[in-house]
Each structure stands twice: as C-alpha cells, then as structure tokens.
C-alpha cells in the first residue's frame, strides 16, 4: 500500500498549498485582470499590493469602491474577489511581505 499513502500525502499537500481555500488564484487573477486596467499604463492608475495597508484594502472591496467610477462586477466573479483581497491583504504595505510586484 505505499502508492496509496504517497497518493494521500500527495492529496493532503495539494489541499494545503493550494492558493487559499477559493478556487481562484489571487495573485493570478491580480496580475491577469486587475493588471488590464492598473498596470504601468491602464486606465486605473497603478496599483499594487503595497500601494496600501491591509484594513485600506479590506475597506475598498467591502465598500465596493469601484461602483462609483467604474462598475467592475461583472468582470469579476465573488471567488476572484475574495482571492485577490486575499492576496493583496497578504503583500499589502503593513504585511510582512509588502509586494511592489505584478506590474509590467
Ligand atoms: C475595467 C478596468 C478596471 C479593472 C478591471 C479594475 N479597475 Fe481598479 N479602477 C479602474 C478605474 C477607472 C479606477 C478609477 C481611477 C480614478 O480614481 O480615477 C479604478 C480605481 C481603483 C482603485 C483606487 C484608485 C487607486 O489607484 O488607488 C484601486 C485600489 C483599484 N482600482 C484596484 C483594483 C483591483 C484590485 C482590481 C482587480 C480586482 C481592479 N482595480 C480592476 C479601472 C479598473
């Protein structure tokens, strides 16, 4: 039975370094999409994770702050926004690893 342990190791692994518990990767779906309209030279102005502290990040999507200039909900399904306030929360400036990346 050691194929059938290694496989059950295997299993448990992926489900802890699975990119969060959504099914969307935050980081993924940042640089893909978010990135369309806030990179070096979107429409939206740069942004990044660092740009600012996690409870300002919670704040923006919590609020949905885009409606009042851009409704962007349909672009987005719920599990890519929760993966991408995860991911920004977890690089914002006041994380341990502030993250300036992702721009191109
Ligand atoms: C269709 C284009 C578009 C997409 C996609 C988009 N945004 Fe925006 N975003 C904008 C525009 C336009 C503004 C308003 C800029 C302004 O204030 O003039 C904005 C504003 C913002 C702001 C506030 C202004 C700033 O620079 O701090 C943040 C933060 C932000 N977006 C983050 C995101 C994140 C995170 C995503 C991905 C979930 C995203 N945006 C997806 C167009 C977009």
């Not at 295997?10 to 980081?27: E, S």
């Not at 909900?73 to 993966?83: H, I, K, M």
Request: with cysteine; hydrophobic share 40%; net charge positive.
């Amino acid at each position: 039975m050691r194929t059938g342990k290694g496989l059950i190791v295997a299993a448990a692994l992926a489900l802890v370094l699975a990119p969060g518990l959504y099914g969307a990767d935050g980081k993924a779906v940042f640089t893909g999409k978010c990135l369309e309209c806030h990179g070096a030279s979107g429409a939206g102005g740069k942004v990044m994770p660092a740009k600012y502290a996690v409870r300002q990040w919670q704040r923006f999507f919590g609020e949905n702050r885009h409606a009042r200039k851009l409704d962007i909900s349909s672009r987005f399904t719920q599990e890519e926004l929760d993966a991408v306030l995860e991911y920004l929360s977890n690089h914002a400036a006041d994380s341990e690893k502030p993250e300036a990346a992702g721009l191109r």
